[in-house]
Structure formats: C-alpha cells, structure tokens
C-alpha cells in the first residue's frame, strides 16, 4: 500500500497532485498529518507542502476546465469526507489526461460525485448563514458560535463581512476550534486559547453580555412563538427543515432558565 | 427598549402570522457606505416554525386596529381583541437589533387601517424611510400596501421598499365584497397598476441615469386565501397566471383559508384548512413559472380542480399517455421537464452530459431522477418497463399512488423553495 501523507491544507493538497505527476507514482492511501506529528504510517511519504507546486497544479486546472468546476473542487475538499482526497485526485487525473474538456460529463462517476458534495458542501454554508446567531458583548462585538459538518467558515466570510461592515464580530468553529474576528477593517483568523465561551450552547458568560443583549433574545423568542399556526402545526417537517444538530446555538431554540 | 414591547410584539406579530409571503428573494441591494446589511439575491430564511414555515423577516403588523370588517380575518372591527400598535421607532429599532443579530433578512410591515388608508400607509412609508435614511440600512424591506391608498403614497413607498405587496385575497370581486364589504377590486388594482407603472418607467429611467434609486427592485406580489370561497382551481392559476403576464408579479401566494371567525355565516364549515389543495396549487405555479406549462394544460373546464391524490405534473401526464414514452438520449430540454420523475435539476444534467454517450437508466438514477415514477414514462439506452400505455394511465394512476409515502399524501406547506414536482 502507497501512503501519502500531507498536512491538511488545500494547498499541502495541491502540493500532492504537483509529486504524483513529478514522480509519476499515484498513492493508494492519503492521510492528512494536521498536527505534524512524525508519521505513524510505515513506509509512507511525506508531502512537503510547497506554495509554487500548488499554483502550478491549480493553474493547470484552470486551463482544463472553467472556473466553477475548480470550486467544485475546493468546495468538496473542505466536506473532509473520508477519502475525498483521493475522489479529487482521481477527477483530476480524469480531466487532465482526456484529451477534451470532460467537466460536463455527469455520466461519469467522479464528476457526478464531485458534484454532489459540492452540493452538500455549500448546503452546509448556506445553513451556517441561516442559523448563526450574533449575541452583542459588552464592548459592542457580536459573537456567534457553530459546530459546522463540513469545514465551511472560510466560505461564509465574505457574506458576513458584506452584511455586517459597520459592527465588529467574532463567528466561531467550535468542532474545528478556529474562528475569524472582524475589526471593521479586515477579518483575520485566530484560536481561542480560554474557555471565555459555553462549548454547549456557545453562549457568552452574563458578565459580557451587553445590557439590552437579553432583552433582544426575549424578543426574538416570544416573536418566534408568536409566528407559529397551530392549526398547521407539524414537528416532522420542522425538525427537517431546522435539523437538530443546529438547536444548540439557535437562540429561539433554547429553553428559558 | 422597553420590556412592555416584548408584548405589543407578540399581539403584532401573532395578528401578521396568517400573511403567507415570507420571501427576501429577488432583489440584490450591496452594501453602500459601509452601512448595515445587504439584500442577497435568493434570499435566506433563518428559522423555521413549528408549522414548518420558513422565517426569514420580521413580519409585524403596525397596529391591530382596524376600521374594516374582513370575515375572513382576526383583527376585523367586530372581533374582541386585544389591540396595540408598535411605534415608527419601536419598529425600525426592533428591525435593526434584529437584523444584526442575523435573525432576519429584513422586515414585512403590514396593518391595519386606521383613521384612513392613506395615513396608514404614510405612517408605514415613514418606517422604511428611516430605516434607509437614518440608519443606513440595506436590508430587506417589504411593505402591504393599504388597499385604497393613493397612488403618490404608494409611489413614496416604492422608492424605499424593496417589494410592494397588494393582497387580492378573493379570487372574484363578487365574492370579495361579500366577504369584505369595505374592499373592491378598484382599491386592490389601482395601487397594484401603479406598482406595476413605477416600476416599467424606472427600468426606463435606469437605462438613461444610471444612478437613480431603485423602485421596488423585488417587484410586487399578491395573496390569494384558497378555500373561503367556491372558486375553482382554474380560476385561481388563470387569475394567478394573468398577473405574471400583464402585472408581471414576482409572486402569487396561495393560502388555504383558516376558519378564524368560525360563527360567520358566510364562511364555509371547515375544520381543518385545505392544506394539500394549497400545496398543489403550488406546485401548478411552479409548473408555470419553471417548467413551461400553460394553465389550460393543468386545469381547464373539463377538469376544472386540481387532483388531490397526485401532483399537477404526474396528474398531466396521465391525462396524455400519447406524449409518451420519451427518448432521454433525444428529446429536447422541454420535453424532458415533462416526465414526471425529473425535475430541472436533473434534466440539465441529461442535457449536459449525453454529448458524451448514451445515458443509461443506472446514471439516470445517479442523477436525481426518480426511477420509480420515470420508468413509465421513458426510453432510455437500455430500459425495457411497460410504458404508461401499456399499462394504461388509470392503472398507473393506482400502482404510484400506492409508492406514495403517506405524509406527503397528508401535509405539505406551500411556500417551500424545493419543491416535490419532479
Ligand atoms: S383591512 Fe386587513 S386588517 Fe382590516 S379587517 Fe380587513 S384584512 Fe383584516
């Protein structure tokens, strides 16, 4: 068996493709080493990831096929599914040596599935920009937490900065354990390296609240009762619609102390 | 802020629950100035209710006082209710706290009339106005426009709102007076004619000065109340469709009627509201809107109501076995969206992908299309079931409804954006 070790990144990905053509040897196995840690595979080898390789196998990629296939891509390396590294490598390989642009041809497995996680991917994003919930702090910036299945922060950035420009925020991945905070200038990311937040329900402690902070939630909550028709009332659908796993974090799904 | 509002929201927001127009889609209003918020093109919901509708604006009535006496509605004159009103300020500090918090993509203001519906409709205009001027707020805004109000009214209004609704709610004027005495159709369609005006000349506008504001940018819509009045399905998706063509709405709610005032006698005797009837009807705008279909081929006067049992489009095809079976490696696009079983989705990617060979019923499945209804229905690469004539539409009709899991036979709100008319 052929392992391939690299270290997570997209680019430490792409850095991997650039090996497979340079030593034309394709690996069997690819392991991500997030924590760079001295392998624990035998007889594997270690990707050095390698921003110049990376640009050349994304920019050759571009030059087979169109823009949004690429994002497909990267779109379904962020799902970190189980062996989707080697689902991408070998939609790669598929693009690369045929001799005509094949990224519509939806008949073929990889480019179907690819496809379908990009799907999943965004859907995910989507729900993120759905279901995340500010809660104002006493120095006036506006934390949210999630716990995304998909690694999709990095594609939600850009529609929050749009929307909230005039008002600092923090969005956090609890699972991921990285967030970005955004200054009124510029988002960058960091770790949290306190327990300064519930990892459960991803509140803020009382003391940092702002004042009005619990009124607005009280608000919101009697509001979101109010909407509902009970002569329509129907659990199965709304636990589809609104899937368990995002309660935890939505402020009118949380049950008065 | 003060805690005694939490309560004037309830009463309000429990008064506006039964509009069903809950969509921030359509219109695309950036950023400007680094100010708050933006419009996104397709719209976000945020929440979904118990009843599994979508949340996706603070829908609030202004006030629950009202000087009409609608059957059909809770906060008419006659009805003993508690009665409030929000202030300009309430509502626009509300709409903001809200919206940067991300509960919401914007605000739907409707109310009640009080004293006439031109002050109404000023005091409402006054909302909007602030939001956009004082608080540089970029988010969704749409407005229920009074019936009766003046055309100049409306036209201010436009001019901040991102979408204008005028609810018809009865789909004839006849039954429309009965029901609610102080309305016509003139005090619907005079407001809703001078939308539609606004909105023709500033596209004109636009092309010469690029920098005039927008005017209701997200278009109009309208609602519709299904199941109040006798009127049959074909009058409501003609009704419905004539307003796409000539009014050009962005969009007809259908909402099955809920027996609130349920001592009045010009009401129907219903228990529950006729939510599979709104659900196909739905459907049938879908079919209209997305896949083509004209409305004398779901409904007409031989077959004037929609079917219950099963959807518009499977309910069309059974009606014309002689359409079929059509070949997926070489019917067009259109005729593709016709076989039920295949939604838009997945007949892009039959059209997409067959350039490269033949498609056989195995990538068919892969692809999306529902195998179980299609087969019937197609020739594919190597496919050999029964078509539909063989087995015969009314048979057919039997053997599927038999697959159909049974909560989608009971309960489907309306307003969904995936729809299940594939
Ligand atoms: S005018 Fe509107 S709020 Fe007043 S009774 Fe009629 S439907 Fe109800």
């Known amino acids: 068996m052929n392992t391939w070790i690299y270290d997570n990144s997209f680019e430490g990905f792409l850095t991997l493709v650039f090996n497979c053509y340079e030593l034309n040897i394709f690996p069997d196995i690819i392991k991500g080493n997030r924590n760079n840690q001295p392998s624990i595979f035998p007889e594997s080898y270690e990707v050095i990831t390698d921003e110049t390789k990376a640009k050349r196998v994304w920019n050759g990629l571009h030059k087979k096929i169109s823009n949004s296939s690429c994002q497909l891509l990267y779109h379904a390396f962020l799902s970190e599914i189980c062996d989707v590294e080697l689902m991408i490598l070998h939609y790669i390989r598929e693009v690369f040596e045929s001799p005509i642009n094949i990224e519509l041809n939806f008949g073929n497995h990889y480019i179907l599935e690819m496809l379908k996680m990009d799907k999943k991917v965004t859907r995910e994003a989507q729900r993120v920009l759905m279901f995340t919930r500010f809660q104002k702090t006493t120095d006036e910036i506006y934390y949210a937490s999630f716990d995304p299945k998909y690694n999709v922060l990095p594609l939600t950035i850009n529609h929050f900065e749009n929307r909230f420009a005039d008002q600092k925020w923090i969005v956090y991945d609890t699972r991921r354990n990285y967030g970005f905070y955004y200054d009124l200038i510029n988002s960058t990311e960091f770790r949290f390296t306190e327990n300064t937040i519930n990892r459960n329900t991803g509140t803020i402690d009382k003391s940092m609240m702002a004042e009005d902070e619990q009124l607005f939630q009280e608000l919101w909550k009697s509001y979101f009762k109010s909407m509902c028709i009970k002569e329509r009332i129907n659990p199965k659908l709304h636990m589809q619609l609104l899937p368990k796993r995002f309660w935890k974090y939505l402020t009118e799904k949380q049950n008065n102390e | ?422």
């Open chain 2, 1 to 422: 802020m003060k805690e005694e509002v939490i309560k004037k929201l309830e009463i309000l927001a429990g008064a506006a629950k039964y509009d069903v127009s809950c969509s921030s889609s359509g219109s695309n209003r950036s950023n400007t100035n680094k100010g708050i918020g933006n419009a996104a093109y397709c719209g976000i919901c945020h929440s979904f209710t118990e009843d599994g509708r979508c949340v996706s604006l603070l829908k609030v009535m202004m006030t629950n006082y009202c000087m009409y006496d609608c059957a059909y509605c809770a906060n008419r004159k006659s009805n003993d209710i508690e009665r409030t009103a929000l202030s300009v300020d309430e509502l626009t500090e509300l709409t903001i706290s809200f919206y940067r918090r991300n509960y919401i993509e914007g605000l739907f203001l409707s109310s009640g009339v009080v004293k006439s519906p031109d002050h109404t409709m000023s005091l409402m205009t006054r909302v909007a106005k602030n939001l956009r001027t004082l608080h540089n707020y970029n988010g969704y805004i749409h407005l229920k426009s009074i019936p009766g109000a003046s055309p100049e009214l409306i036209r201010q209004a436009g001019l901040y709102a991102d979408r204008l609704s005028v609810n018809i709610e009865i789909p004839t004027e006849a039954n429309l007076k009965l029901l609610a005495p102080e309305k016509d159709y003139t005090s619907i369609y005079t407001p809703m004619n001078s939308i539609h005006q606004g909105i023709l000349e500033n596209k004109e506008d636009t092309k010469k000065i690029r920098s005039i504001p927008k005017f209701v940018p997200a278009g109009q819509s309208t609602q519709l109340i299904i199941g109040a009045t006798p009127d049959t399905d074909n009058h409501i998706l003609s009704l419905a469709s004539n307003l796409y063509q000539h009014q050009q709405l962005k969009r007809v709610y259908y909402s099955g009627y809920i027996p609130i005032n349920t001592n009045d006698s010009r009401l129907p005797a219903i228990i529950t509201p006729p939510l599979v009837r709104e659900n196909r009807l739905y459907q049938s705008d879908w079919l209209i809107r997305f896949y083509s279909f004209k409305v004398d081929e779901i409904v007409n006067e031989k077959h004037p109501n929609l079917d219950l049992d099963i959807d518009p489009k499977l309910s069309y095809a059974l009606r014309n076995p002689w359409m079929f079976p059509i070949d997926i490696n070489k019917a067009p696009y259109e005729l593709i969206l016709r076989v039920p079983g295949i939604g838009v989705n997945s007949a892009r990617l039959i059209i997409a992908s067959r350039q490269f060979g033949k498609i056989n019923s195995y990538q068919l499945q892969k692809m999306g299309v529902v195998m179980k209804r299609a087969r019937y229905f197609i020739t594919c690469n190597e496919l050999s079931s029964p078509t539909v004539n063989e087995i015969k539409p009314e048979n057919l009709k039997l053997l599927l409804m038999k697959q159909l899991p049974k909560a989608k036979k009971v309960k489907y709100p309306g307003q969904l954006k995936l729809f299940d008319v594939a």
